[in-house]
C-alpha cells in the first residue's frame, strides 16, 4: 500500500505570491491533518478534515486554507505569502474516524522557501 | 491547552552506549503520548505510543517508553544506541475533542552518535 504523498516536493515562491499544496492520503484513510514545521516554532497544527469537512484548525491566519475532496485528497492553500511561511509542510493521514487511538501516518513533506 | 517540553535541543550518544531523551508534558485529563522520529528530509515515523494500562510501552526499533503521571513526564529509552538512530526524535501528546483529534508537538531532541 502507497504511503501518504505530498506534491510538490520542494517550491520557492516569491513573497505576495500565493501557492498550492497538496496531500494523498493512503488508499481508504479518510482523515488528514496538516502541520507546519519550522525552525523556530517546531511542528505546528494548522488543520484536519474528515469526510471533506474541517473539523478543527490551528491558531494560524486566515491566509492559511485548506480543503478536502471526496476522494480524501486535501490541499492547503496560502495566500499572500510571507518570508515567515517559509517551512516544511507536513500532511498525516488517518484511517477510520482518525480518532487519537489510530495512528497517523507523515508524509515525506513539502518544502516552501519564501524569497 | 496541552504542551510538550523537551528539555535537550541536541544529545550525543556513542555508538552502544543508553540513551534516554526527556520529555514533559502538560494536560488536563489522561494523556494519550507519542514519540516520533524524523531522518533528514523524511516526515515523521512513530515510534511508540501510550493511552492506558501498562505504563511502559514498547515499540520499534527497540525503544520503550516509560509513563509516570506524578512527573507528567513520558521518557524514551534505548539499551543500546546505533549509528542509524541518529535523527531528530519529537514528543507529542494528543488532544481530542467532539469529532477531532490532534498532535501537539514538543521542539524536538536531535540525537548525534558518536563512533
Known amino acids: 500500500k502507497a504511503g501518504v504523498t505530498q506534491t510538490p516536493r520542494y517550491l520557492i515562491k516569491t513573497r505576495g505570491q500565493q501557492v498550492t499544496l497538496s496531500c494523498s492520503p493512503i488508499s481508504g484513510h479518510r482523515s488528514v491533518s496538516w502541520y507546519q514545521q519550522t525552525p523556530g516554532q517546531g511542528l505546528q497544527f494548522l488543520f484536519e478534515y474528515f469526510s471533506e469537512t474541517q473539523r478543527n484548525k490551528g491558531n494560524f491566519p486566515g491566509r492559511f486554507s485548506g480543503r478536502q475532496f471526496s476522494n480524501s485528497r486535501s490541499e492547503m492553500n496560502v495566500s499572500t505569502l510571507e518570508l515567515g511561511d517559509s517551512a516544511l509542510y507536513l500532511c498525516?493521514?488517518?484511517?477510520?474516524?482518525?480518532?487519537?487511538?489510530?495512528?497517523?501516518?507523515f508524509g515525506q513533506g513539502t518544502r516552501l522557501t519564501v524569497v | 491547552a496541552q504542551s510538550v517540553t523537551q528539555p535537550d535541543i541536541h544529545i550525543t550518544v556513542s555508538e552502544g552506549a543508553s540513551l534516554e531523551l526527556r520529555c514533559n508534558y502538560s494536560?488536563?485529563?489522561?494523556?494519550?503520548l507519542f514519540w516520533y522520529v524524523q531522518s533528514p528530509g523524511q516526515g515523521l515515523q512513530l515510534l511508540l505510543k501510550?493511552?492506558?494500562?501498562?505504563?511502559l510501552v514498547q515499540g520499534i526499533k527497540g525503544f520503550e517508553a516509560e509513563f509516570k503521571r506524578s512527573q507528567s513526564s513520558f521518557n524514551l529509552r534505548k539499551p543500546s544506541v546505533h549509528w542509524s538512530d541518529a535523527a531528530e526524535y519529537f514528543c507529542a501528546v494528543g488532544a481530542f475533542g467532539s469529532g477531532y483529534s490532534t498532535l501537539t508537538f514538543g521542539k524536538g531532541t536531535m540525537l548525534l552518535v558518536s563512533p
Open positions: 494536560y488536563g485529563a489522561t494523556p494519550y
Open positions: 501510550y493511552f492506558s494500562g501498562d505504563t
Open positions: 498525516a493521514s488517518k484511517e477510520g474516524s482518525g480518532g487519537m487511538n489510530t495512528e497517523a501516518f
